[in-house]
């Protein structure tokens, strides 16, 4: 059984039917797009159906994917807007130190992937994306009340 599919290998009955179009052969990592497909076999949608989902989906989910990728995009550069605006001299950064804060942004990154992707897959998406988005609000936040390289580099 190919674990990575949820099915079972399609093999060749007396009728000349494969394991795919049965739903029994479907277990439960089998994904649910694909056990609704073996169930009910193939879908069609009217125009009609089609672009009320794409209507929906642009005026829904892109403002929100804007917004979210925006704020994204400017707690990348916040760091820098914060050194044009003193932040070293109030920082008492000296040396290297400018440059780690801004790797270790990085290093944290690459250390919470492998824990965020697993949970990904665990938890509800939209519980899962709702919480890493006030984590990291708050996070940013806290990058305000600072004062000096230790507690940069903590937040």
Not at 2 to 10: F, L, N, T
Not at 15 to 40: C, H, I, P, S, Y
Not at 81 to 109: C, H, P, R, T
């Amino acid at each position: 059984m190919d674990q990575s599919k949820g099915v079972k290998e399609p093999s060749k009955t007396d009728n000349d039917t494969t394991d795919f179009e049965r739903a029994e052969v479907l277990d439960k990592t089998a994904d649910l797009g694909l056990q609704f497909l073996v169930r009910n076999g193939p879908v069609e949608f009217t125009w009609r159906e089609d672009t009320t989902v794409l209507l929906r989906t642009d005026l829904y989910l892109l403002p929100i994917l804007m917004l979210t990728f925006g704020l994204q995009y400017l707690d990348k550069v916040m760091i820098s807007y914060a050194a044009v605006y003193n932040m070293k001299k109030d920082l008492n950064l000296v040396g290297q130190e400018y440059s780690w804060a801004n790797s270790i942004f990085y290093f944290g990154y690459l250390v919470g992937e492998f824990p965020a992707n697993y949970l990904l897959q665990k938890l509800p998406i939209g519980k899962f994306s709702a919480g890493c988005i006030l984590i990291w609000g708050a996070l940013a936040m806290l990058c305000a009340v600072t004062k000096n390289f230790a507690s940069l580099a903590a937040v």
